[in-house]
């Protein structure tokens, strides 16, 4: 038993270096959603963020601007890390209550 | 677990594609999980337990002999794959569902602790023994792949030498158990039988004194060697 027990503490702890990874790769990433707003007939490219209890808007370009499209894969790829943070995160629950 | 498996599938698979599966020699637990799946050893390890961890361990024998260059960085990046650097600077992979290591042969006393495999753009941690799972490889049919990993008399005989070196009584015993489960089964077969008494007796005498005392402390009888 004390094998098994072994595993999954070594697995919690790889989980735990895996979300402290997954936390400062996101930290790289710019925050907020990219929203396009509509001005004068025109579409353009905004992120809005929240900076405590302010929301900020920071404008990128013109809707079909590489800068805006450059933004929107970079926002998906962050997304996309934070889904992976959020399991593993389930799966470090998991292990501490298999430690325990 | 069945997510693992599939991880692990998708790994050697995209490695496959890239032609760099060929450079690796699969070692640590994982092994177990392809001896038994292999069409070349399923005969006699069905019976086998696979008490997998959650590291995929690669072993790059010799990193002057890989010939394809490819960005195995950027293959684990697209299985959502992170890198994890050590303060030594190298550099581990993990996910939610698994870890990778590559690991090459230790070389000498002098040797850097850190490896880099500049043809695959990852670096490799330098292990003792790892010589006698590079050494005795041999390509098997997984998944409909075709994958190098260790004669399993040579993973039995690497798993009894390093227990010896394990410093945490844990993996001491982990190791001690799946060599000596593995060793029961491989004994049965005249083949096999005789491909543990051959790598034995190829390894310097210093390792076969250690393994002679590591056989003695777990009932194992070395005449099966001489």
């Not at chain 1, 702890?13 to 004068?40: A, M, T």
């Not at chain 2, 050494?135 to 190098?148: A, P, R, T, W």
């Given at each position: 038993?004390?094998?098994l027990k ?6 919690r ?18 925050k907020?959603?990219?929203?396009n ?7 353009y490219g ?35 890390l ?19 | ?16 594609n ?18 038994k ?6 005969y ?14 690669l072993?790059?024998?010799d990193?002057n002999?890989?010939k394809t260059?490819?960005?195995v ?5 697209r ?13 581990k992979?993990?996910n939610?569902?698994l870890?990778?290591?590559?690991l ?5 006393k002098?040797?850097?602790d ?22 005795n ?10 994958i190098?990993?260790p004669e ?11 227990s010896?070196?394990?410093?945490k009584?844990?993996?001491r015993?982990k ?9 029961y ?36 009888d ?5």
């Amino acid at each position: 038993m004390s094998v098994l027990k072994h595993i999954v503490d070594e697995e919690r702890d790889r989980l735990k270096n895996v979300i402290r990874n997954y936390q400062n790769k996101i930290k790289e990433y710019p925050k907020g959603s990219l929203v396009n707003k509509k001005i004068r007939g025109q579409f353009y490219g905004y992120i809005v963020s929240r900076q405590g209890k302010k929301i900020v808007t920071k404008y990128i370009g013109k809707k079909d601007s590489d800068d805006v499209k450059n933004m929107e894969s970079t926002i998906q790829e962050r997304k996309k890390l934070e889904r992976q943070l959020k399991e593993a995160k389930m799966n470090y629950k998991e292990a501490e209550r298999f430690a325990r | 677990m069945s997510k693992q498996i599939k991880l692990f599938n998708n790994i050697l698979t995209e490695f496959d594609n890239a032609n760099v599966l060929v450079e690796f020699v699969l070692v640590g637990s994982w092994c177990q999980h392809v001896y038994k799946n292999s069409n070349e050893y399923n005969y006699i390890m069905q019976q086998a337990s696979t008490l997998t961890t959650m590291d995929i361990d690669l072993l790059v024998p010799d990193k002057n002999k890989v010939k394809t260059e490819a960005d195995v960085p950027e293959i684990l990046k697209r299985l959502d794959f992170i890198e994890d650097r050590k303060i030594n600077g190298l550099i581990k992979y993990g996910n939610a569902d698994l870890g990778l290591d590559f690991l090459t042969e230790l070389k000498g006393k002098a040797q850097k602790d850190v490896i880099e495999i500049e043809k695959l753009k990852v670096n490799a941690e330098p292990l003792r023994f790892m010589d006698i799972l590079g050494d005795n490889n041999i390509k098997v049919h997984f998944d409909n792949l075709e994958i190098n990993i260790p004669e399993p008399a040579a993973f039995v005989l690497n798993k009894f030498i390093t227990s010896q070196r394990r410093p945490k009584k844990e993996k001491r015993e982990k190791d001690i158990r799946t060599a000596k489960e593995y060793y029961y089964i491989l004994i049965k077969d005249e083949n096999e039988r005789k491909k543990l008494k051959d790598i034995f007796n190829g390894f310097p005498k210093g390792w076969q004194n250690t393994l002679k005392k590591i056989f003695l402390e777990n009932g194992i009888d070395k005449k099966d060697f001489e």
